[in-house]
């Protein structure tokens, strides 16, 4: 490992542990802030839920901190290369995301032209523009994170949410089980998360936290991105050594 770069792999450790904890800490707020139960009708049952309380503002934070940090560190790594390559100044350095090829072409290359060239062709070829470009389909997931960054003060960004969460908990058996997913949206409003049939065992609910903005993570899991956002960083990094 280059010693330019050590920091850098301790800074995504961090982000790592720290996304570890958190993990911990959603599937915790998850249960306290969703309450849920069942309803039994004549041969069949149902699975409701109601919002009690929104993602706390703590929680928003500890995870824009995180993703700050896992986009930040590719701008170090953006300067680290160009002090590599001689550069005496970087304040004009940045590790270019954009939303398509073209993006990058008019505006991304100016912020590496301090990199020796290998190293600009390389972030070229890890296609830092989003995976949903019409005209070259980018990396699944720097332009993800990018937007997740850039929008993460947003009070709407994350949601509560049981994504066909509704299952088996212990032995038992099922014989219909349709889950429907849900996004909570206004505290105490009620929705049904599944339907049942004969069923002898126990049902679980599993509440995930989900992106709800921007376009580019709507409806994803934010432990999911978390630790993919960690493993695309560290790859990247691991690359330049």
């Not at 699975?47 to 590719?74: C, D, F, S, Y």
């Not at 993800?144 to 088996?168: I, N, T």
Request: net charge negative; with cysteine; hydrophobic share 45%.
């Amino acid at each position: 490992m280059a010693d330019d770069l050590s920091e850098l792999h301790e800074r995504i450790e961090w982000c790592r542990a720290k996304a570890g904890a958190l993990e911990t800490q959603i599937a915790a707020a998850g249960n306290a802030s969703v309450e849920h139960w069942i309803e039994n009708w004549p041969g069949v049952g149902f699975v409701k839920g109601r919002l009690v309380t929104p993602p706390t503002v703590a929680l928003r934070a500890e995870i824009g901190v995180i993703v700050n940090e896992q986009r930040a560190i590719l701008d170090g790594l953006a300067c680290a290369l160009a002090t590599r390559n001689g550069a005496n100044h970087t304040n004009d350095v940045y590790f270019p995301i954009t939303r398509d090829r073209t993006g990058f072409d008019e505006l991304g290359r100016r912020k590496i032209r301090k990199l020796a060239q290998a190293d600009r062709d390389k972030i070229e070829a890890l296609k830092p523009w989003s995976p949903m470009a019409a005209s070259d389909e980018g990396h699944p997931d720097l332009f993800p994170l990018h937007e997740a960054d850039r929008v993460r003060k947003h009070q709407k960004l994350l949601k509560w949410a049981c994504l066909g969460g509704v299952g088996a908990v212990g032995p038992g058996r099922i014989g219909m089980l349709e889950c429907r997913p849900v996004v909570f949206d206004m505290v105490g409003g009620v929705a049904q998360l599944a339907m049942f049939r004969d069923i002898t065992c126990q049902l679980g609910v599993s509440i995930e936290l989900i992106y709800i903005e921007p376009d580019a993570i709507a409806g994803r899991r934010v432990v999911g991105c978390l630790h993919s956002f960690n493993d695309a960083v560290d790859a990247i990094v691991a690359s330049f050594a």
